[in-house]
């Protein structure tokens, strides 16, 4: 019988995951590597009205991008859901630096604030002790409730 042409591709794909899953294969005090949410958007939410409506109402970490580049690493706690916080963004309540995102990601965490903090370290250690753009910029720190944390 012959096989189909993606067959042999899904096979692959198959074959592919199987190697890349045993080399990223953590210990459970080991952490999981930020670095992909630090470099690219490969599967961020648009930053539009329908992508926001669509993310939780919970308390988490948010991650503002403009054109492939992270811009803001954010904390939604204190009554204040993540869907609440990317919303003000988008209005300009934070000001223009994180209105102008294109794109967003999300994590939910029992422990936000940990989360938060493991985030902004990852990204100093990675940028030489830089922070992303608009979570060094006076107007978006002097508002924001996750830039004071």
């Given at each position: 019988m012959r096989q189909l042409p993606w067959r042999d591709f899904l096979e692959e794909m198959r074959r592919l995951w199987l190697a890349a899953r045993r080399r990223h294969r953590f210990h459970p005090e080991e952490e999981?590597?930020?670095?992909?949410?630090?470099?690219?958007?490969?599967?961020a939410w648009p930053f539009s009205a329908v992508g926001i409506?669509?993310?939780?109402?919970?308390a988490g970490v948010y991650l503002l991008y403009c054109t492939g580049r992270l811009n803001y690493i954010g904390l939604a706690v204190d009554g204040r859901g993540i869907r609440q916080e990317l919303e003000r963004h988008r209005r300009g309540d934070y000001g223009s630096c994180t209105q102008g995102a294109s794109a967003f990601l999300y994590h939910v965490d029992p422990d936000p604030i940990?989360?938060?903090?493991?985030?902004?370290?990852?990204?100093?250690?990675?940028?030489?002790?830089?922070?992303?753009?608009?979570?060094?910029?006076?107007?978006?720190?002097?508002?924001?409730?996750?830039?004071?944390?």
């Open positions: 999981p590597p930020l670095r992909p949410f630090l470099d690219e958007t490969v599967s409506e669509l993310s939780p109402a919970c940990a989360l938060h903090r493991r985030f902004l370290r990852a990204h100093r250690e990675r940028y030489g002790g830089r922070l992303p753009a608009c979570n060094e910029s006076p107007p978006c720190m002097a508002q924001s409730p996750s830039a004071r944390r």
